[in-house]
Every structure is written in structure tokens, then in C-alpha cells.
């Protein structure tokens, strides 16, 4: 069965500590790995596809990076307006369009 | 502009009664689809449809139905509304493709049910 694990659940990071989020999946084939963002009472907002192992995408103080197992999203230097929870998808090969199966997600707070 | 808008944003109602949510996209996609984010905040997909094909997740009641009337425009209608419907449901959508397209979701809306 295809899935999708992230971690952790939770992340308190002071203004400026870099870490980083997982996102470990296991799909029969691997058609794309997405990121998205999700402020409370919002709807996913989109940030990173990769498509295969070794590519890597950044956006600001957002970089994600993708091996045959899992993806990393690396967080430098975060900002408290970084806080949010961050999604991880994959859409497997064989899944239907648009069936992107959601990890439950880490909710990170910035604290100044 | 709102590239996936949908409403109404907040829903009560009470169990037994019918309602629908409507959902625009304004971005030319093809595709469109519904997906709900229960209390556990998984989302999963419902419904997936384009102008010839729509995918059911066989775990949607029939309660449950999709109404596109064209391509910008899908609309959930749900028929006698039980509590366990309570959720956030999630319109959203993408090209038409078999290559991992990104997809846009709208702002969500939040149904509870009395």
C-alpha cells in the first residue's frame, strides 16, 4: 500500500535555528513528491514538486531535496512567519490523476 | 484573483439535510477535484473529474456527488448530511496529465453538522 510518513508531528525552532522536516514514503512507483504549506483555517498552498531521487528545489529559506525513500524540506535560518504546518504528497504510478496521498504533516513554530 | 475559490467558507447544518458547496477555478485547468481533511487532518481525495472521466474514491458514500457544470466549475453535493460528515473539504485542481502536475487548492470549507 502506498504511504506517506512524515517527522516529526511537532517542531519548536527558535528565530534563526535551521533544521530539517522527513517525509518518508513507500510507492510502487513515483510519478512526483510534493510540498505544500497549510496555514491554519487555509488551504494547502503549493511550494516544491521533485520528480526523481537527487533533484533538489529552493524557494527563500526553503529547500527540498528527494532520495528514493524520502524527501527533506531544510529550513535555514526560519522566521517566526515561517510557522505552519508543511504537507508532504506523492502521486504514485498507477494512482488515478490528481490522487495525491498526504502525509498527516509537521506543525512548525518559529518563536522569536 | 482567488485561483481556486470555493463557498461557502463555513457550513452548519443540521443531520438529514442536503447541501452542496460550490468551487470555481480560474487558472484554464482541466481537472478538478474534491478532497476532504477529517479531524485527524489527513486529506484524501474524493472525486476526480475532467471533461471525460470521472474518478470516484471508492470509499465516498454515494450520499456524495460531483456536478461540473463546465470545465471551471465543480460543485459537492451531499445528500442527507450525517455527523460523521463534519470536515474540511477542499476543492482543488490541475492540468490535465499523467506526469505528477501540481495541484491548486482552494481555501477549504468547513462543514459541521448538528
Known amino acids: 500500500e502506498d504511504q506517506v510518513t512524515q517527522s516529526p508531528e511537532a517542531l519548536r525552532l527558535q528565530e534563526g535555528e535551521s533544521s530539517s522536516l522527513n517525509c518518508s514514503y513507500t510507492v510502487s512507483g513515483l510519478r512526483g513528491l510534493f510540498w505544500y504549506r497549510q496555514d491554519p483555517g487555509k488551504g494547502p498552498e503549493f511550494l516544491f514538486t521533485l520528480y526523481s531521487a537527487g533533484e533538489e528545489k529552493e524557494k527563500e529559506r526553503l529547500k527540498a531535496t528527494l532520495t528514493k525513500k524520502e524527501s527533506f524540506l531544510h529550513i535555514t535560518a526560519p522566521k517566526p512567519e515561517d510557522s505552519a504546518t508543511y504537507l508532504c504528497?506523492?502521486?504514485?504510478?498507477?494512482?488515478?490523476?490528481?490522487?495525491?496521498?498526504f502525509g498527516k504533516g509537521t506543525k512548525l513554530s518559529v518563536k522569536p | 484573483d482567488t485561483a481556486v475559490s470555493q463557498t461557502p467558507k463555513y457550513l452548519v447544518t443540521q443531520m438529514g439535510n442536503d447541501k452542496s458547496i460550490k468551487c470555481e477555478q480560474n487558472l484554464g485547468h482541466d481537472t478538478m477535484y474534491w478532497y476532504k481533511q477529517d479531524s485527524k487532518k489527513f486529506l484524501k481525495i474524493m472525486f476526480s473529474y475532467n471533461n471525460k472521466e470521472l474518478i470516484i474514491n471508492e470509499t465516498v458514500p454515494n450520499r456524495f456527488s460531483p456536478k461540473s457544470p463546465d470545465k471551471a466549475h465543480l460543485n459537492l453535493h451531499i445528500n442527507s448530511l450525517e455527523l460523521g460528515d463534519s470536515a474540511v473539504y477542499f476543492c482543488?485542481?490541475?492540468?490535465?496529465?499523467?506526469?505528477?502536475?501540481?495541484?491548486?487548492f482552494g481555501e477549504g470549507s468547513w462543514l459541521t453538522v448538528v
Open positions: 482543488a485542481s490541475s492540468e490535465l496529465g499523467q506526469t505528477g502536475n501540481t495541484i491548486y
Open positions: 504528497a506523492v502521486q504514485a504510478d498507477g494512482g488515478s490523476q490528481g490522487n495525491l496521498i
